[in-house]
């Protein structure tokens, strides 16, 4: 399983997000480079989103949320989400966004 991991769910419908594009990157000294990513399965989740194990450091998942809400012909405010977050050790990480046409919240997840 990757270090970090993510579940999407839609607030909107009461469950998981399915199809919903990921991009895994990490923060370099000239910008972010991707090392992962995937689309959300049946149960909205991603864990084989990138490497098993990470450096410390600067990290963000960015995902497609535009592009979800087309496909399930609904009108949306943000095109993509974008969660920064820091990994400083090698436990397990997982990222959860629950989300909904015009808002959306994320956590720090076990």
């Known amino acids: 399983m990757s270090q970090v991991t993510t579940h999407v769910l839609d607030a909107a ?3 998981p997000a399915v ?3 990921v991009t895994f990157d990490r923060q370099v000294d000239d910008g972010w480079r991707e090392i992962g990513g ?3 399965d049946a149960d909205g989740r991603i864990t084989a989103l990138g490497p098993d194990v ?3 450091g600067i990290y963000r998942l960015t995902f497609a949320t535009g592009d ?6 609904r009108p949306s405010f943000y095109p993509e ?6 990994l400083e050790g090698r436990q ?10 015009f ?3 994320t956590y720090r997840g076990t």
């Open 13 to 15: 419908f009461g469950g």
């Open 19 to 21: 199809g919903v594009g």
């Open 38 to 40: 995937g689309a959300t």
């Open 54 to 56: 990470l450096q410390a």
């Open 68 to 73: 979800y809400f087309e496909a399930t012909r």
């Open 81 to 86: 989400v974008q969660v920064t977050f820091r």
């Open 92 to 101: 397990h990480h997982h990222v959860p966004l629950l989300l909904s046409p």
């Open 103 to 105: 808002a959306y919240s």
